[in-house]
């Protein structure tokens, strides 16, 4: 096994951070974010290498990759429910990843970048204290 360093892609290839959110994404309204789960990736990545025919798009660059992109339907088996049968279908992501000085990073092509930020100020998001946790289960009957 090695561990590679630094590489060159090829062509049209792009290789960036794979950054993920670290903690619940809170709204003002203290609501959480569920498209920004903990573990998720981050639809902002740093560029850390280009291919030789990669225009517009350059190491250092923060690019906004569509997740959607590599969404692939996964078909569950679904119920019987009123003489119909159902199917569940759910989404997951495949993405290519390969580990770079022991970091895994996004091997990416030129056409899933959806845009370079050329300009961005980062923000705190509200802290996960400031969700309201009860104090015991308790059950409200009406």
């Not at 996004?106 to 802290?127: G, H, K, M, N, S």
Request: hydrophobic share 35%.
């Amino acid at each position: 096994m090695i561990n590679i360093k630094k590489i060159k892609p090829m062509f049209t290839t792009i290789v960036t951070t794979m950054d993920k959110y670290e903690e619940y994404s809170i709204t003002k309204g203290g609501i959480i974010d569920g498209s920004k789960a903990v573990g998720s990736l981050k639809e902002y990545q740093t560029v850390i290498a280009v291919g030789s025919t990669v225009r517009d798009v350059a190491v250092g660059d923060v690019v906004w990759v569509n997740p959607k992109r590599f969404a692939k339907p996964k078909h569950t088996p679904g119920s019987l429910k009123d003489g119909v049968i159902t199917d569940n279908v759910t989404e997951s992501y495949t993405f290519d990843v390969i580990k770079l000085d022991g970091k895994d990073c996004l091997l990416l092509q030129d056409r899933d970048i959806e845009f370079v930020v050329e300009e961005y100020d980062e923000t705190e998001e509200a802290p996960p204290s400031q969700l309201i946790h009860p104090q015991k289960p308790s059950i409200m009957l009406t």
